[in-house]
């Protein structure tokens, strides 16, 4: 089992940006999918963006594709999540995941792992 630690959530103003981090412990991240999620109030988690084993293969959901940036770096076992130009509408508790998958996942049932989730709220 991953151990998955969220930090980096707040209060940000539209347009402002904000840096999640995920540290994961138990297994290297080297050997795993990476994935960002998020739940707004009233809503299902839903996917925001992944990022392959080695990093090279990433992707995103429509609505963050050209504002968000997923990368890792294995030699701290962390996985980021860098959110520019933020909306109001990018309002949620965001979640990390791990998945033992070979390839990139948007479906939550691929994740075995799962962070706490900090909130992030983003003020028009």
């Known amino acids: 089992q991953v151990q998955l630690v969220e930090s980096g959530g707040g209060l940000v103003q539209a347009g402002g940006s904000l840096r999640l981090s995920c540290a994961a412990s138990?297994?290297?991240?080297?050997?795993?999918?990476m994935g960002w999620f998020r739940q707004a109030v009233g809503s299902e988690r839903e996917f925001v963006a992944t990022i392959s084993w080695g990093g090279g293969v990433t992707d995103y959901t429509d609505s963050v594709k050209g504002r968000f940036t997923i990368s890792k770096d294995n030699a701290k076992n962390t996985v980021y999540l860098q959110m520019d130009s933020l909306k109001p509408e990018d309002t949620a508790v965001y979640y990390c995941a791990a998945s033992s998958t070979p390839l990139p996942q948007k479906y939550t049932r691929r994740y075995e792992s799962w962070g706490q989730g900090p909130q992030v709220t983003v003020s028009s």
């Open positions: 138990g297994r290297t991240t080297s050997n795993l999918v």
